[in-house]
Nanobody, 121 residues
Framework: VQLQASGGGLVQAGDSLRLSCAASQGTFSTYNMGWFRQAPGKEREFVGLITRDTGSTVYANSVKGRFTISRDNAKNTVYLQMNSLKPEDTAVYYC???????????????WGQGTLVTVSS
């Protein structure tokens, strides 16, 4: 499956932004989808995931209550709604698809190219 992330940009602290990740050439509905981010000089970190079957979600503590992941299997797309953005949310955001239900980035099979989110104070 090929993944294409989009929707990043420059926003101010407190603003909202929605990222999208469109999948092609695969059976999107069979994959658990994860969102990760990587800030400059830091390791890639888990943001959240959504399961392939029930659409249940899991979030990192740092974004819980501010970020929401959803998916539309008919459109082969997963979304990351980000509210109350903070400067520390600045990072390149990646979507990933995998068969396992995990927070570990190395266990995901397919990755999008990343989209940059910059939050100014």
């Amino acid at each position: 499956v090929q993944l294409q992330a989009s929707g990043g940009g420059l926003v101010q602290a407190g603003d909202s932004l929605r990222l999208s990740c469109a999948a092609s050439q695969g059976t999107f509905s069979t994959y658990n989808m994860g969102w990760f981010r990587q800030a400059p000089g830091k390791e890639r970190e888990f943001v959240g995931l959504i399961t392939r079957d029930t659409g249940s979600t899991v979030y990192a503590n740092s974004v819980k209550g501010r970020f929401t992941i959803s998916r539309d299997n008919a459109k082969n797309t997963v979304y990351l709604q980000m509210n109350s953005l903070k400067p520390e949310d600045t990072a390149v955001y990646y979507c990933a698809a995998g068969s396992l239900l995990t927070r570990e980035s190395r266990r995901y099979d397919y990755w999008g190219q990343g989209t940059l989110v910059t939050v100014s104070s």
